[in-house]
């Protein structure tokens, strides 16, 4: 019996995964619970196992696919089993239980519809089909279609990259422009890839520089199209639908760091490693948990007031920016927050969170002092209501007034904190209070222990 291997979901949110690699072969033998692929979701990238044992029949989305959830990816069976019913639509050969239908445009007979096609007649295309195409610079008016009434859906497409000559993306959009026949132009890039200076007219801009000094400008210098990746389109849409969907503003305020500094001098002293962003997500625990309005979040018409204060702290990653939560932040101690933020970041840069670890935030807290920020504005990470944008710590010269009204200028170690709010439930006087809870509880650490 045949086994269908589907598009995973791996977390609340995930709507479509893309396969990065493919660590079998067709063919080959699998056995349930060793490594079959590896995706890659809005957040990380997952080695999914073999949930069956048996032989990799086919492979219908190949590396590089975006595929909707539980959406068919494989098929497992015994060898030489018929599986042609299983494997119908875009991503295989035409179904051999109805050869009625599939007999007039078998795609190895047909012969290229485009040819056929008279000039300017429109050409019936899939979504996918389309998608697929102008993802790696395919005319679709070029591609056969093998499809009811010749319609070019997915595999079409791919069968199509597959027998014409590799070409970069420019080579591909100036030959398309001039008429050019990629199929008689020999490519003199890696593995034979179709550059700019192998058509027959060369790139206009570039030829009378290639006749003075054709050593040096061989290679053409253009524009270069890669995919989003999982992440980088989670991260697109999130802080685009933030834009368009909060009432978002900012205050800043400057705080002055000196105690915070001595406290995680006498953790270290203790030898308990404890961060700078670790005392900064505490003072904003206990300040969520005196002000609920802020650690609340906006559905629809009412406001969801949470009992909980989880504060993601923002990671750079390869490709992106993760959020990884600190549950229960305003229970737990500071050293407590430490040990779960350092497992947090590892697991992170690791590719190893799972769903728990960054959904459920209440507040986020984004640190860039380490690349030398004075100050930044932070975007609002839905569904929350509330993110600190903390900048650099910096010694600063600071106008002080001493219990005789004289003023003095003293050298503090100060850092700019800046809340961007949803002003649609969080008023400017409440974010301009919650500021000065989170300064109180900084200049004052030993309330936070």
Not at 111 to 130: C, D, I, K, M, Q
Not at 197 to 224: H, I, K, N, W
Not at 255 to 267: H, N, P, S, W
Not at 303 to 322: C, E, R
């Amino acid at each position: 019996m045949a086994t269908i291997v589907i598009m995973p979901k791996q977390g609340l949110m995930m709507e479509e995964g893309t396969i990065t690699s493919w660590l079998k072969k067709e063919g080959e033998a699998v056995t349930a619970g060793e490594p079959l692929f590896e995706m890659e979701t809005d957040k990380l990238t997952i080695t999914m196992d073999a949930e069956a044992s048996g032989t990799l029949l086919k492979i219908l989305h190949p590396e590089g696919d975006v595929v909707p959830i539980t959406q068919p990816i494989a098929v497992l069976g015994e060898p030489g089993e018929d599986v042609s019913a299983l494997v119908g639509g875009d991503a295989a050969p035409a179904q051999a239980a109805a050869p009625a239908e599939a007999a007039p445009a078998p795609a190895s007979e047909a012969p290229a519809p485009a040819v056929e096609r008279a000039p300017g007649e429109r050409v019936f295309s899939s979504p996918r089909a389309r998608l697929r195409a102008e993802e790696n610079g395919v005319d679709i008016a070029a591609v056969p279609g093998s499809g009811p009434d010749g319609l070019v859906i997915e595999r079409d497409v791919n069968a199509y990259m597959a027998n014409r000559p590799a070409v970069t993306p420019l080579a591909a959009n100036i030959a398309k422009a001039q008429g050019v026949d990629l199929s008689g132009v020999t490519g003199s890039g890696s593995n034979g890839k179709i550059k700019v200076f192998d058509l027959p007219s060369g790139s206009p801009a570039a030829a009378p520089a290639a006749q003075e000094a054709p050593a040096a400008v061989q290679q053409s210098r253009g524009t270069r199209t890669e995919k989003m990746s999982g992440m980088r389109k989670a991260i697109s849409r999130n802080m685009l639908a933030s834009k368009e969907t909060n009432a978002q503003t900012n205050h800043r305020i400057k705080v002055d760091m000196t105690a915070a500094i001595a406290l995680r001098k006498q953790y270290k002293d203790l030898g308990i490693k404890i961060s700078y962003n670790d005392i900064i997500v505490r003072a904003c625990a206990k300040a969520l948990a005196d002000m609920p309005i802020v650690n609340a979040s906006v559905e629809g018409d009412s406001i969801l007031y949470h009992d909980y204060v989880n504060v993601g702290t923002a990671v750079s990653v390869p490709g992106g920016l993760i959020v990884p939560v600190i549950k229960d932040a305003d229970i737990i101690g500071l050293s407590s927050i430490a040990a779960r933020s350092a497992a947090l970041i590892e697991k992170a840069r690791e590719g190893r969170l799972t769903d728990a670890d960054y959904h459920g935030g209440t507040f986020t807290v984004s640190s860039l002092g380490m690349f030398d920020l004075d100050d930044f504005v932070a975007i609002i990470n839905p569904p929350e209501s509330a993110i600190l944008a903390v900048g650099k710590i910096a010694k600063t010269p600071v106008v002080i007034t001493d219990e005789e009204g004289e003023d003095a200028i003293v050298i503090k170690s100060m850092c700019a904190l800046c809340l961007s709010y949803d002003h649609r439930i969080i008023d400017g006087a409440e974010a301009a209070k919650f500021l000065q809870k989170v300064k109180n509880y900084l200049q004052n650490p030993v309330l936070l222990i």
